[in-house]
C-alpha cells in the first residue's frame, strides 16, 4: 500500500505539489480553533469566538467556488498566491486590531475565509498533468490525497496549541499564515501550475452548476459533511459523560486513523467499474457504520465504533474526486471542486449546529442519530439521482479527444482516457 503512494510521490513535482499544498491549507485547516483561542485570549465570549469561526467559514464557502471559477479563467498563480497573500492580511488584521471592535474582527475573519486560495481543488487539477495523464495513477492520487487531508485536520490543531504554548494566540494566527503563503508560493512556481491551462470553456453564468451530476453530488456530499459536522458535537457530549476532554480526544483521534486506514486500502488496490456505482456504495457503506455509534458504549468499545465511521470516509472522498472529474463541465474542473469543498463544509456547519438542539432533546445518542440520519439521506441523494450521475459530462475523460488538449493538458498531444 504505502509502496504505491512512495511510487506516486517519486514522479517528479508530485511530493512538492502535494505537501505545498498541505502547508498552503494550514491556515484554513486550523483557522476555527485558532480564531477561538484568540478570541478567549482576547477576553471575548464563547460566543463572540463561535460566531467569528463561523463567520469566517460562511465567507469560505463563498469564495471557493469564486475563487476556483476565477483559476479556470486565469491559471493558478494569477490567483491563487494574491488570495494567499489577502487572506493572511485578513488574519493579520484581526491579530492587530484584536477583538475590541467587533465590526472590526468580523471584517478581518471575512476577508481572511473570502480570499483562503482554492489550493485543494488546484491540485486535483494537476494531477492528470504531474502524472501523464494515466487514469489509475490519477485516481490512486485522488485516494493519496484524501488520506492526506486526514493528516493535515490531525496536525494542524496539534500545531495550533503548540505556537499557542511558544508564543500567543496572536502568534500562531501570524505564524500559521505565514507559513501558509509559502505554502502557496511552492505550488504557483512549479512549473506544472505555471504551464498549467483549464481547457476551453462554455460562457454560462451557473458554471459547473449546469451539470446535473455535479449538482447531485454535491447534494450528497453536503449530507455527509453534516454527519462530521454533528459528530464533532456528540462526540463533546458522551465526552462530558465519560471522562472529559480525553475521552473526546481519543474519540476524534479514532475517526482521523480510521479514515487514514480506509484510504490507504482504497489506493492501493485497482478499481473497475463505474465509479458513480461505487462511489454509492462506499457512501452506504458510510451511512451504516455511523448508525453504532447511537449505541454509545463504554469509551473502549466507543473508541472503536469511532474509527470503524471513519473506515469508509477517506474512499468515498476519494472516489467523489474521480465523479467530480468525469461530471465537470470542459474549463471548470477548479470551479467543480471548489463547489465541492464548499457544500461539504457548509453541511459540517449546519451539522454541528443541529447536533447541540438534538442532545440537548435526546441525550448523546440523539446527536449521533443526526450523523446516522446524514449518512443515510446521502445515500439516498445518490440513490434518486442515479439517472444523472449515469451519463457524465465533458470533464477531463471526455475533453481530451481530437478536438483539442485535455482539461489540465500543458500543451501536449490529446489522450482519451477510458472511464473507470
Known amino acids: 500500500m504505502a509502496a504505491g503512494y512512495a511510487e506516486l510521490l517519486r514522479t517528479r513535482h508530485a511530493a512538492r505539489l502535494l505537501v505545498g499544498t498541505l502547508i498552503g491549507r494550514l491556515p484554513n485547516g486550523t483557522a476555527p480553533i485558532a480564531i477561538v483561542l484568540f478570541t478567549r485570549a482576547e477576553g471575548g465570549s464563547y460566543s463572540l469566538a463561535g460566531a467569528l469561526a463561523a463567520a469566517y467559514g460562511v465567507a469560505n464557502a463563498v469564495g471557493q467556488p469564486l475563487l476556483g471559477r476565477a483559476v479556470d479563467l486565469f491559471g493558478q498563480p494569477r490567483v491563487q498566491l494574491p488570495a494567499a497573500v489577502v487572506s493572511a492580511l485578513g488574519m493579520v488584521w484581526l491579530s492587530v486590531s484584536g477583538t475590541g471592535s467587533a465590526a472590526a474582527a468580523y471584517a478581518a475573519v471575512v476577508v481572511a475565509g473570502l480570499f483562503t486560495p482554492p489550493l485543494e481543488g488546484g491540485l486535483r487539477a494537476l494531477w492528470p498533468t504531474v502524472l501523464g495523464g494515466k487514469e489509475e495513477r490519477v485516481h490512486a492520487a485522488y485516494a493519496m ?10 496536525v494542524g490543531p496539534l500545531l495550533v496549541t503548540l505556537f499557542v504554548a511558544l508564543w500567543s494566540p496572536a502568534g500562531a494566527l501570524l505564524a500559521l499564515n505565514a507559513i501558509g503563503v ?29 451539470s446535473r451530476g455535479l449538482l447531485a453530488l454535491l447534494g450528497a456530499f453536503f449530507f455527509v459533511g453534516t454527519a462530521l459536522g454533528s459528530i464533532t458535537v456528540a462526540g463533546v457530549a458522551y465526552a462530558d459523560d465519560h471522562g472529559g476532554q480525553a475521552v473526546y480526544g481519543w474519540l476524534m483521534a479514532a475517526v482521523g486513523l480510521g479514515a487514514l486506514i480506509g484510504g490507504v486500502c482504497y489506493g492501493a488496490r485497482r478499481w473497475t467499474g463505474a465509479s458513480e456505482r ?38 468515498s472522498l476519494a472516489c467523489a474526486f474521480i465523479v467530480v472529474d468525469r461530471h465537470a463541465p470542459a474549463g471548470t474542473v477548479t470551479e467543480a471542486f471548489s463547489w465541492l469543498v464548499t457544500f461539504f463544509g457548509v453541511g459540517a456547519a449546519i451539522g454541528t449546529a443541529g447536533a447541540g438542539p438534538a442532545v440537548e432533546l435526546g441525550g448523546t445518542a440523539a446527536g449521533f442519530g443526526v450523523a446516522g440520519a446524514a449518512g443515510v439521506a446521502a445515500f439516498l441523494v445518490l440513490t434518486a439521482t442515479q ?3 449515469a451519463t ?17 493538458s500543458c500543451a501536449a498531444p490529446s489522450t482519451t482516457r477510458s472511464a473507470p
Do not use: I, K
Open 145 to 154: 490525497d484524501a488520506v492526506a487531508q486526514e493528516v493535515m485536520f490531525t
Open 387 to 389: 439517472r444523472a450521475l
Open 182 to 210: 509559502l505554502g502557496a508560493l511552492s505550488v504557483v512556481v512549479s512549473e506544472p501550475s505555471r504551464r498549467w491551462r483549464s481547457a476551453p470553456r462554455e460562457a454560462h453564468w451557473l458554471g459547473a452548476l449546469r
Open 278 to 315: 461505487r462511489l454509492r456504495m462506499l457512501v452506504a457503506l458510510l451511512a451504516l457504520c455511523y448508525l453504532p455509534l447511537m449505541l454509545t458504549p463504554a469509551p473502549v468499545a466507543m473508541t472503536v465504533l469511532a474509527a470503524l465511521s471513519g473506515v469508509f470516509l477517506a474512499p
Open 392 to 408: 457524465p459530462g465533458r470533464g477531463r475523460e471526455v475533453a481530451g479527444s481530437a478536438e483539442g488538449p485535455s482539461e489540465g
